[in-house]
């Protein structure tokens, strides 16, 4: 599978070389929450995509688990500098969702059950660059790692990883999610080490 090969290509690599400036690697899994965890039931879980014109596309937990699946398995990068190796999820390309939605949109918002948000452009988010998985190392995603889905965007710091994620809106211009509101960068690559606004 297509989405399997950025883990492939990662484990033949040293694993200094696979490490981001300022990181260091860990096996343990720490939580980052910015408030207390939502309690979100499949059988209420919506995801709704909104095009910039305001058209809104709805998948409930069964038709979100209806969409072709994938299996990555990515390195992750947290700003606080852990790094994890090898993660591995199954869920729903951001293709997916993103497939006959009529849109000329350049950025997207993620909006969380429990009011989080964080900005991605577009093309980040397509072409096997993001996911939104529903379980981690072949168990449903636990509640405080974002369950029962988040977004897995592993190219771009995880705060990028929008957990409880509700929706994702299109828009023409650029706007800043929580963390970038308070001064993290907005982009977030942590090969270049864009941890803060100026990086
Ligand atoms: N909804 C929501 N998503 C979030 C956060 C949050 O506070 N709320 N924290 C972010 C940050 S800073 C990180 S590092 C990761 C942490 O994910 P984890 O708790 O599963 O390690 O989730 C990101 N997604
Ligand atoms: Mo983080």
Same mark, same amino acid.
């Given at each position: 599978?297509?989405?399997?090969?950025?883990?492939?290509?990662?484990? +033949?690599?040293?694993?200094?070389? +696979?490490?981001?400036?300022?990181?260091?690697?860990?096996?343990?899994?720490?939580?980052?929450?910015?408030?207390?965890?939502?309690?979100?039931?499949?059988?209420?879980?919506?995801?709704?995509?909104?095009?910039?014109?305001?058209?809104?596309?709805?998948?409930?937990? $069964?038709?979100?688990?209806?969409?072709?699946? =994938?299996?990555? &398995?990515?390195?992750?990068?947290? &700003? /606080?500098?852990?790094?994890?190796?090898? /993660?591995?999820?199954?869920?729903?390309?951001? $293709?997916?969702?993103? =497939?006959?939605?009529? /849109?000329?949109? &350049?950025?997207? @918002?993620?909006?969380?059950?429990?009011?989080?948000? /964080?900005?991605?452009? !577009?093309?980040? !988010?397509?072409?096997?660059?993001?996911?939104?998985?529903?379980?981690?190392?072949?168990?449903?995603?636990?509640?405080?790692?974002?369950?029962?889905?988040? @977004?897995? &965007?592993?190219?771009?710091?995880?705060?990028?990883?929008?957990?409880?994620? #509700?929706?994702?809106? !299109?828009?023409?211009?650029? #706007? !800043?999610?929580?963390?970038?509101? @308070?001064?993290?960068?907005?982009?977030? $690559?942590?090969?270049? =080490?864009?941890?803060?606004?100026?990086?």
């Amino acid at each position: 599978m297509e989405s399997l090969s950025p883990g492939f290509r990662g484990r +033949r690599r040293g694993v200094a070389d +696979r490490l981001p400036p300022g990181q260091y690697p860990t096996e343990d899994f720490p939580v980052l929450s910015a408030g207390p965890t939502p309690q979100v039931a499949t059988d209420d879980w919506e995801f709704t995509l909104t095009s910039e014109k305001g058209v809104a596309h709805r998948w409930g937990w $069964d038709a979100m688990m209806a969409l072709p699946q =994938e299996e990555p &398995v990515v390195d992750i990068h947290c &700003v /606080t500098r852990w790094s994890k190796f090898d /993660t591995r999820w199954r869920g729903v390309p951001m $293709d997916a969702f993103l =497939e006959g939605v009529e /849109t000329e949109a &350049v950025h997207a @918002m993620f909006e969380s059950y429990g009011g989080y948000s /964080t900005n991605v452009p !577009l093309a980040d !988010l397509r072409n096997g660059r993001a996911w939104l998985v529903h379980t981690f190392d072949g168990y449903p995603l636990a509640p405080e790692h974002g369950g029962p889905a988040r @977004m897995l &965007v592993p190219r771009l710091y995880f705060w990028k990883s929008a957990k409880w994620v #509700r929706g994702v809106r !299109l828009m023409p211009d650029e #706007r !800043l999610g929580f963390w970038e509101q @308070m001064g993290y960068h907005h982009y977030g $690559d942590p090969w270049r =080490e864009q941890r803060v606004r100026g990086d």
